[in-house]
């Protein structure tokens, strides 16, 4: 190499170097605003008198909710027993591991069990991930003239379900159901990851069905 060609080589290399890591910084702002966020919604119980109250699902075994289920459905009974709201609608599909059963039919039939009338329920069955839950709440939404809904689930994940009923018109109040247990902080990360990558692919409208499934399986 000449020292001509070297001399035009050095500032294509620090250009090349300049933009990774602008990109780097910029990748590193967005994740901590994201971060921010997450943590922010996490912390509020902004539950208010509402037309519904929605509780996302969680993993149920044989029929019966999962620890994590079971904290979001006992939230919810405690909401309803506090007249938040007249109605609830339970979220969640099955897959063909599950004899059958489905979140959004376990959460039902558990709130069932503990008073609160078949009357009082809808039960949404076939969603398989957080988008579609979101999806199916706005369609019940519309079809029940509901517009102000109180949504339940894990802390971390309330933020992504707030942008997403806002980015498809629902109004909804974020409760997270109460911690339980000690959670490592390796598990928290993960949490965090799970959410910051979920919401930047949708704010991106990235669909990798693969990743999406990796990701919906890390636990809430």
Request: proline share 5%; hydrophobic share 40%.
């Amino acid at each position: 190499m000449t020292p001509a060609t070297s001399n035009q080589t050095r500032p294509a290399s620090r250009f090349v170097l300049r933009l990774v890591g602008l990109l780097l910084l910029v990748t590193l702002a967005w994740f901590g605003w994201v971060y921010y966020q997450i943590a922010t919604v996490a912390q509020q119980d902004q539950a208010q008198t509402a037309d519904a109250i929605a509780v996302f699902g969680a993993a149920e075994y044989l029929g019966h909710p999962s620890p994590v289920l079971h904290a979001r459905l006992d939230h919810v009974l405690t909401l309803y027993r506090k007249q938040v709201a007249p109605l609830v609608i339970t979220l969640g599909g099955g897959s063909d591991k599950d004899s059958g059963n489905t979140e959004g039919g376990v959460s039902r039939d558990y709130l069932l069990a503990n008073g609160i009338p078949f009357d009082k329920i809808i039960a949404e069955t076939s969603s398989f991930d957080t988008e579609e839950q979101v999806d199916r709440l706005v369609e019940i939404a519309r079809e029940n003239d509901l517009h102000h809904i109180v949504v339940v689930s894990d802390g971390t994940h309330l933020f992504r379900i707030r942008e997403l009923c806002e980015d498809d018109g629902l109004d909804v109040y974020t409760s997270p159901r109460p911690p339980f247990g000690n959670i490592s902080n390796y598990d928290l990360a993960q949490r965090y990851l799970h959410e910051i990558l979920s919401y930047t692919f949708f704010k991106l409208h990235i669909n990798t069905d693969g990743l999406h499934h990796w990701l919906e399986d890390k636990p809430e």
